[in-house]
């Protein structure tokens, strides 16, 4: 199974956007990113990033696609102009059938869901979905789009030390699918 991992930036009300964008810019936090989403063990493969159509439309046309990764955005939109190698999708479901597709399953090696807020939705019910990414923002930015609640599903295994840029402190955290205890064999009643 590809893993499905989440990577996000949110600030401390769980904000992630404003008015379609970023309401910081943090060049550690894109490096971050670039170095997370790009990196692969094996360097015969890449990584998905999946993006919302909000999204992808935030991100500067000469950044975009966001390169050494397989662009899939997510849409309802069949007529949504896209470049040559940009894949589309209706939702989680069709991007996990993908992987397993001909063209990809043997050069992916990690699913990465960077955004928005609806696309974050639907990743977070998937089984699939193992791993979360944080760059905790220690500060608020009145942000109209969030991130959903997660502290009940997911346990802290990483948090690195504080990063300053300007009036910014950030850092960074890793979290991993709380999975629920397998009962012990030799200890059970029945």
Not at 75 to 82: A, E, F, K, S, Y
Request: net charge neutral; proline share 5%; glycine share 6%.
């Amino acid at each position: 199974m590809i893993p499905v991992n989440i990577i996000v930036a949110m600030d401390s009300k769980s904000g992630i956007g404003k008015k379609g964008g970023l309401p910081w810019h943090l060049t550690g936090d894109l490096k971050y990113f670039r170095e997370i989403t790009s990196t692969t063990r094996s360097p015969k493969k890449k990584n998905i990033v999946v993006m919302g159509r909000k999204t992808w439309d935030s991100i500067p046309k000469e950044f975009r696609p966001l390169n050494q990764r397989i662009n899939i955005v997510m849409t309802h939109n069949r007529n949504l102009d896209v470049p040559e190698g940009v894949l589309k999708a209706d939702g989680i479901n069709q991007v996990l059938t993908m992987t397993k597709s001909e063209q990809l399953k043997n050069i992916i090696e990690t699913v990465f869901i960077i955004g928005g807020q609806q696309v974050y939705e639907e990743a977070m019910k998937h089984a699939e979905c193992q791993k979360l990414f944080v760059t905790q923002i220690h500060n608020s930015f009145d942000c109209d789009a969030f991130f959903p609640e997660f502290n009940d599903q997911y346990v802290k295994t990483k948090e690195s030390t504080h990063h300053n840029e300007g009036p910014l402190i950030y850092h960074f955290e890793e979290y991993e699918k709380n999975l629920p205890a397998i009962p012990d064999a030799k200890n059970s009643k029945d």
